[in-house]
């Protein structure tokens, strides 16, 4: 595809053309529509709460027999570049814990893995503290993709400058800024795990944040990777996040394992469209997001799936 050029990046229209299954197929937009110059796609393949599942769940499981697992997901990631090379690929935390491969591995499997895949980011999950934070300190050299989140301080710790509150990608002249945040570590992961990290509310610094990358440096579109829950009636989670926010385009949420077939459509602060979105866990769906930018306004609507690989 072309690249297109434009006057401003704030006039780009940024409409989701949805979600699908990636073994499933997308209806075809014209080829008429897709040879524009002024048309350009981003995909954004995600994934959450991975829980170190290599394999496929055995064929006898009551519930996933025979779905997900590391291969199977990397076959499909590389058949959809085959197909369109403007692609991030997310993840929002939980990689770690779940079977002996991370007892036996200690998540540096998981890590190298992850970069054969080409993993562009991921955030922080409350279970990637389980074998405490020395030890993602210790594995993140095997990890070929950036660390995200604004929330955590990790000042005194040894993981001090290796976790980034946010990072911009560049595909086809689109800025893309990419931030993060995690959930309230006390009651949940056991002090000695975390040590000095601080957990600060995410909502006033992820506002923060998105500000600054869509108005300070010019980012076209924001995606926050979550690691917080999709809905929690006492604490913070995405559903009660969004509407709270501004300047963020996309959540990609985790945490709380929820399939969700079609990302959610909510107004935000500003009476803006914000999207929350998740995919399980275990590996066994793989998000699915086309995004269309347009210089010329025009909007183009697709509903499809998110579903198992």
């Known amino acids: 595809m072309a690249e297109f050029k434009y006057q401003n990046r704030r006039d780009f229209l940024k409409y989701f053309i949805g979600?699908?299954?990636?073994?499933?197929?997308?209806?075809?937009?014209?080829?008429?529509?897709?040879?524009?110059?002024?048309?350009?796609?981003?995909?954004?393949?995600?994934?959450?709460?991975?829980?170190?599942?290599?394999?496929?769940?055995?064929?006898?499981?009551?519930?996933?027999?025979?779905?997900?697992?590391?291969?199977?997901?990397?076959?499909?990631?590389?058949?959809?570049?085959?197909?369109?090379?403007?692609?991030?690929?997310l993840d929002a935390g939980d990689i770690f814990q779940g079977t002996p491969y991370f007892n036996l591995y200690s998540g540096e499997l998981e890590y190298k893995l992850m970069s054969m895949m080409k993993y562009?980011?991921?955030?922080?999950?409350?279970?990637?503290?389980?074998?405490g934070i020395d030890n993602i300190t210790k594995q993140i050299p095997h990890a070929n993709f950036a660390f995200i989140n604004c929330n955590y301080d990790f000042s005194n710790t040894s993981l001090h400058d290796k976790i980034m509150p946010y990072k911009i990608f560049e595909k086809q002249g689109i800025?893309?800024?990419?931030?993060?945040y995690g959930v309230e570590l006390e009651g949940l992961v056991d002090k000695k795990m975390y040590k000095?990290?601080?957990?600060?509310?995410?909502?006033?610094?992820?506002?923060?944040?998105?500000?600054?990358l869509?108005?300070?440096?010019?980012?076209?579109?924001?995606?926050?990777?979550?690691?917080?829950?999709?809905?929690?009636?006492?604490?913070?989670?995405?559903?009660?996040?969004?509407?709270?926010?501004?300047?963020?385009?996309l959540i990609i949420g985790g945490h709380s394992h929820t399939f969700l077939e079609h990302p959610i459509k909510m107004a935000n602060r500003a009476g803006k469209e914000v999207y929350v979105t998740q995919v399980g866990w275990a590996g066994i769906w793989l998000g699915k997001l086309d995004v269309y930018f347009s210089y010329n306004k025009k909007k183009i609507s697709h509903n499809s799936n998110n579903r198992k690989i």
């Not at 055995?58 to 959809?80: L, S, Y």
């Not at 800025?175 to 993060?180: Q, T, W």
């Not at 600060?200 to 500000?211: M, V």
């Open 175 to 180: 800025k893309i800024g990419v931030l993060g």
């Open 19 to 89: 979600t699908s299954a990636v073994l499933s197929g997308f209806p075809a937009l014209s080829k008429e529509v897709l040879k524009s110059k002024d048309l350009s796609r981003l995909t954004i393949l995600y994934t959450n709460d991975i829980h170190s599942r290599i394999e496929p769940f055995p064929t006898n499981d009551p519930k996933f027999a025979n779905q997900g697992g590391f291969a199977r997901r990397a076959a499909v990631i590389d058949e959809i570049r085959k197909e369109n090379d403007n692609i991030l690929l």
């Open 214 to 249: 869509k108005h300070d440096l010019g980012c076209d579109y924001v995606i926050a990777l979550s690691h917080l829950g999709f809905k929690d009636d006492k604490k913070i989670s995405d559903m009660s996040m969004a509407p709270q926010t501004e300047n963020i385009d």
């Open 120 to 131: 562009d980011a991921t955030t922080i999950g409350n279970h990637d503290f389980d074998l």
């Open 196 to 212: 000095e990290t601080i957990y600060r509310n995410p909502l006033p610094i992820a506002n923060a944040t998105a500000r600054l």
